[in-house]
C-alpha cells in the first residue's frame, strides 16, 4: 500500500540538540497526525493538525501541516534521553477514517 | 482519549496454525481498525472493522486470510489464519475517536 516518505530516516544527536524531520505525500491529506513509538508498544499520538498552514506545538514539540496539504514537519527542541524512540507522520483523508503512515525516523541520542 | 487493551501482548506458534487476537477499548467507538507492523517496518493498514457490517479489507489483505468480527462498539478480534514465517509481525489495533486514532500496544507475533 502506499506510504508516505519521511526523512532522514534516522539521526543521532546529542542531547540538547534541537531535531527536524519532515514528511511528504503525493497526494492531498486533510489531516497529519504526528506519532511516537517506544519498542514493544503502539504508536502514541504527540500532535493532530487539521488545516493547511496549522503550526501546532505540544511542550517541545511543534509540527505544521503544508500549505499545499502534501507535506509536514515535525521539530523537537532542547532533546532529553526520553524522545528517542521511531517517530512516524500519518496523513488523513476524511475525520475517524484510515491512516496513511510514513516510513518512520529513528531517534538516537548519543551520549 | 481511549485506552486500548490487547490479547495476547504476544506469542510464538507454529506453522499452519491460526491466532486470533482481542481488541478491547474503555469506549464505545464507530470505527475499529487493524494494522500490521513487519519487523523494522512502518505500519500497514489490513482492515477496517464497523460494527454490524462486515469488515473493509485493504489491497493485499482478504478475508479469508485474516477474519475479523466486531460484535460490539468495544470489541473486536483479527484472526491470522494458516499462518507461515512471513506473518510475523507485530499487529496493532486501533479506534477513531474525535478525529484522532489512538493505538492499541500490539500483538507481537513470531511464527515458526
Known amino acids: 500500500g502506499q506510504q508516505l516518505n519521511q526523512s532522514p530516516q534516522s539521526m543521532f544527536i546529542q542531547e540538547g540538540e534541537d531535531v527536524s524531520m519532515n514528511c511528504t505525500s503525493s497526494s492531498i491529506f486533510n489531516t497529519w497526525l504526528w506519532y511516537k513509538q517506544d519498542p514493544g508498544e503502539g504508536p502514541v499520538l504527540l500532535i493532530a493538525?487539521?488545516?493547511?498552514?496549522e503550526l501546532t506545538s505540544n511542550g517541545r514539540l511543534t509540527a505544521q501541516f503544508g500549505i499545499t496539504r502534501k507535506d509536514s514537519f515535525l521539530n523537537i527542541s532542547a532533546s532529553i534521553p526520553s524522545d528517542v524512540g521511531i517517530y512516524f507522520c500519518?496523513?488523513?483523508?476524511?475525520?475517524?477514517?484510515?491512516?496513511?503512515f510514513g516510513t518512520g525516523t529513528r531517534l538516537t541520542i548519543i551520549p | 482519549s481511549a485506552v486500548i487493551s490487547q490479547k495476547p501482548s504476544r506469542d510464538i506458534c507454529q506453522r499452519g496454525t491460526s491466532l486470533t487476537i482481542q481488541c478491547q477499548v474503555d469506549?464505545?467507538?464507530?470505527?475499529m481498525f487493524w494494522y500490521r507492523q513487519q519487523p523494522g517496518q512502518s505500519l500497514t493498514l489490513i482492515a477496517t472493522a464497523n460494527q454490524g457490517s462486515e469488515a473493509t479489507y485493504e489491497s493485499g489483505f482478504v478475508i479469508d486470510k485474516f477474519p475479523i468480527s466486531r460484535p460490539n462498539l468495544t470489541f473486536s478480534t483479527l484472526t491470522v489464519s494458516n499462518m507461515s514465517p512471513e506473518d510475523s509481525s507485530i499487529y496493532l489495533c486501533?479506534?477513531?475517536?474525535?478525529?484522532?486514532?489512538?493505538f492499541g500496544p500490539g500483538t507481537r507475533l513470531t511464527v515458526l
Open positions: 469506549s464505545q467507538v464507530t470505527m
Open positions: 493538525l487539521y488545516k493547511a498552514g
Open positions: 486501533s479506534v477513531a475517536l474525535h478525529n484522532e486514532q489512538f
Open positions: 500519518a496523513g488523513q483523508l476524511e475525520g475517524n477514517e484510515k491512516l496513511t
